[in-house]
Nanobody, 123 residues
Framework: QVQLVESGGGLVQAGGSLRLSCTASGNIFSIRAWAWHRQAPGKQRELVASIRGAGTTNYADFVRGRSSMSRDNTNHTSSLQIDSLNSEDTAVYYC?????????????????WGQGTQVTVSS
């Protein structure tokens, strides 16, 4: 089993920045890809950003240009920085990882999710 724990959420003023982190622990051989999703009240969960392979990143249109995602393969962590926050960024942010477990198949990773961290942007 693998556990993902997010940190860095909280109350932020509009125009400010935040940095979310996610740490994976447990039965890990490698992490093929990371992603951050978010879910606002009354809305569906949506992809914010992802990183895979050697560091190829992908950003949703609503954060592109004001967001940066990174990964640390040694420590099994991922970070997401978002600048110029606005009220529409208020949501629960979830970390997601595609994990290859020891003895597992590299092309068939397991999908794990964190519990989520609340981000509230005040105007």
């Amino acid at each position: 089993q693998v556990q993902l724990v997010e940190s860095g959420g909280g109350l932020v003023q509009a125009g400010g920045s935040l940095r979310l982190s996610c740490t994976a622990s447990g039965n890990i051989f490698s992490i093929r890809a990371w992603a951050w999703h978010r879910q606002a009240p009354g809305k569906q969960r949506e992809l914010v950003a992802s990183i895979r392979g050697a560091g190829t990143t992908n950003y949703a249109d609503f954060v592109r240009g004001r967001s940066s995602m990174s990964r640390d393969n040694t420590n099994h962590t991922s970070s997401l920085q978002i600048d110029s926050l606005n009220s529409e960024d208020t949501a629960v942010y979830y970390c997601n990882a595609e994990v290859v477990e020891p003895g597992g198949l590299a092309w068939l990773p397991y999908d794990y999710w964190g519990q989520g961290t609340q981000v509230t942007v005040s105007s």
